[in-house]
């Protein structure tokens, strides 16, 4: 078993960026279903993205608290090792204070472009992450950013990059995504046991 699950909650994103790697067919032809939270028992880490994970906020945080719960409950399941739970997100929404206690790190896409709300969400992440100092903070952000502030101690990693291209990620990493990664789509129909 590989050590990081990439979980698709959602397909849909408020975005639609042209560049988005979850319109590359060679990438996401790898990616495959769950059923249940039971089949991310194992992986080390796991990491709910999507699409906009936010845009379903109450499943995103029932998705989490019911991740978090289960390894903690089900220790022999998980081979005695509670994983580390990531959020990938565009969004703030405030159900995050539910939730965030159960995560142990949040990535911030910033999008070429963002408008007005996305800034804001920004910012509401930052001073976030500074008041609450478990978290691992990421933000990515992508060029054409008017009026960005950042404050360099809420994250523990800043990037600043260009989109990359199917062929490019490929390159990168043969299927796209990490060597030690498995990408996983969990529909939001399914049973959260």
């Not at 289960?70 to 959020?87: C, E, G, Q």
């Not at 992450?129 to 990693?157: C, F």
């Amino acid at each position: 078993m590989k050590k990081t699950a990439r979980v698709l909650i959602t397909k849909e994103c408020h975005r639609h960026c042209p560049q988005c790697c979850n319109n590359y067919p060679q990438i996401m032809a790898a990616m495959r279903p769950i059923y249940r939270i039971a089949d991310l028992r194992g992986y080390e880490n796991i990491v709910i993205t999507g699409g906009e994970p936010l845009l379903f906020p109450e499943y995103t945080a029932e998705l989490i608290t019911d991740l978090f719960l289960d390894a903690r409950v089900s220790k022999d399941a998980w081979a005695h090792k509670t994983p580390r739970i990531y959020l990938y997100t565009t969004l703030w929404h405030p159900c995050l204070n539910r939730i965030y206690a159960w995560l142990d790190g949040v990535t911030f896409t910033l999008h070429s472009g963002a408008g007005t709300a996305e800034l804001m969400d920004f910012d509401r992440t930052q001073l976030y992450l500074l008041g609450h100092r478990h978290l691992s903070g990421r933000a990515v952000i992508y060029p054409h950013n008017r009026g960005l502030t950042i404050i360099p101690d809420a994250w523990q990693r800043l990037e600043v990059k260009d989109y990359c291209t199917e062929a490019e990620l490929l390159a990168r990493n043969p299927g796209g995504i990490g060597a030690d990664e498995d990408l996983l789509y969990l529909s939001r129909g399914v049973h959260l046991e």
